[in-house]
């Protein structure tokens, strides 16, 4: 070999067919987001329950769903930062802990401000989650299925979402509802002693930041075997903006002047749209006629379906770029005002509960899909923790107007006000379409 030889990691690793390196950085990423999805709907399934043990109205959970989701947007940016400035696997592992300690306390919790607080803590590790995750994915998958490689993985995240409704309604009725905290925390603990122990760092990253550290040849050395790494071998990625610091103007440098703001769009009214819904669908469906066992069950066939949608939108997004987006957008928005039709049977009220949870829940990792793609490494996680930052802060608005639209207007006005930002996700993403599809972007960035 060469002494002076250069080796892209970048371009080497998403070039290379799928190994095991590969595959056990999606498992465990599909782990992560399973513990994360579990931990974001303890609060939504157990919401009927503790707004009966505490005699209250829809209107005073809409303090403790603001609250966590205040605490998701400080986490996507602030865990942004810290993985593009410590690395992705402290960033993911830093995030988990951050929110299982305080979903063990929220069992403990007497008073609606006990509850928002932990939330709020909670809810900083249950955001920051994000942008590590999606960079690690994007970083670690081949360039032919990076988007399919990032939302297959967020099937752990519904997953998690299916998982915590049958919990709900097995054990509240016996143990009241701290039991989906508690089960959350204590996944999350696991967690992060099985991340310490078995995850990798982002070579990309590794390579970006430090380029001279043993950890890089390490790390390269197990997920490319048979190569041959001399010490005077340089690695690098080539195309990242490597030994630059992070501003918020490179978010908007060239094309992404215009891409930048169309994701944040996109975020902000997808998460008024999906958050909200999944936030509310258990207390929706009481509305609608369900009993409590029903609309819990009918939460988890929702997450379920939308581990289907997933699959199928992200092969579209591979092929068709944000175009896919358009379609399962309008789908969630037809099954939304659906939703709401008055007298009509709870089986067919399912039917359009899973429709417009499974595609929201499409058009949510959709976006997650493809933001990724359009930074480079060095800016990443701070590119996807401020697009997701956005949507966390429709997040905050969302639940909290939706809470008091609730003791003020009909089931069906609600549901309405809930679908329509998801017209406006459909066309952000003809817009993105227009400036130019993601996967012929994704093979310019490391």
Known sequence: MDRAEEIDVGELLQNRPLGRFQITTFALCVLILFVDGLDFSAANVGAPAILRAFKAEPDAMSMVFGWGYFGFFIGSVLFGFLGDKLGRKTGVIAAVLTYSVPSLLTAFAVTFGQLAAFRFLAGLGIGGVIPNTVALLTETAPKRL???FIMAAFVGYSAGNAAIGPIAAWFIPRLGWPVVFMVAGTAGIFLVVALSLFLSESIPFLAAARPDGRRLRRTLAVAVPELEISEATRLLVRR?????????KLLFDGDRRFITPLLWLAFFAESL?????????AVLLERAGFTPAQAVFAYSYASLGAVAAILVVARSLDRFGPRACVASALVAVAAIFSLGTPELPVELLTVFAILGIAFGSATHNSLLGIVGGYYPTIVRSNGVGYASGLGRIAAIIG????????????LRAVLFSIAAPDLVVAGACLALAHYGQVRPRVAEVA
């Open 273 to 281: 749209t999906y958050i909200t819904l999944s936030t509310w669908l």
């Open 146 to 148: 990076r988007i399919t």
């Open 240 to 248: 990242s903006v490597n030994g630059t610091k992070f501003s918020l």
């Open 399 to 410: 639940p909290v107007l939706a809470g008091y639209l609730l003791s003020s207007f009909s």
